[in-house]
């Protein structure tokens, strides 16, 4: 079973940056693709961005030009870098990979967006 761990999130301004990090019990050559989730109170969960092994990417557009997922492969881990963070960036953020038929999900992590 593979496992993904979420790390890097928390209370921040408006205006400053994160990066959430998503460690792979396994590794990320295998993954389709790996992408980050997000789900705020009351709302559906939303695709925020995805990276394909191939190495495209893919953004939901409300984090264009502020956000960009990147990827280590020797250390099978993807990143989430969040800047200018917004109010309504505020969520728990979740990594998700895919493979063949198969996805997996990490157990979330708080991003807080508030003076």
């Known amino acids: 079973q593979v496992q993904l761990v979420e790390s890097g999130g928390g209370l921040v301004q408006p205006g400053r940056s994160l990066r959430l990090s998503c460690a792979a019990s396994d590794s990320i050559f295998s993954f389709n693709t790996m992408g980050w989730y997000r789900q705020a109170p009351g709302k559906q969960r939303e695709l925020v961005a995805d990276i394909t092994s191939g190495g495209s990417t893919n953004y939901e557009q409300l984090v264009k030009g502020r956000f960009t997922i990147s990827r280590d492969n020797a250390k099978n881990t993807w990143y989430l870098q969040m800047n200018s963070l917004k109010p309504e960036d505020t969520a728990v953020y979740f990594c998700?990979?895919?493979?063949?038929?198969?996805?997996?999900w990490g157990q979330g992590t708080q991003v807080t967006v508030s003076s």
């Open positions: 998700n990979a895919k493979r063949g038929n198969f996805q997996y």
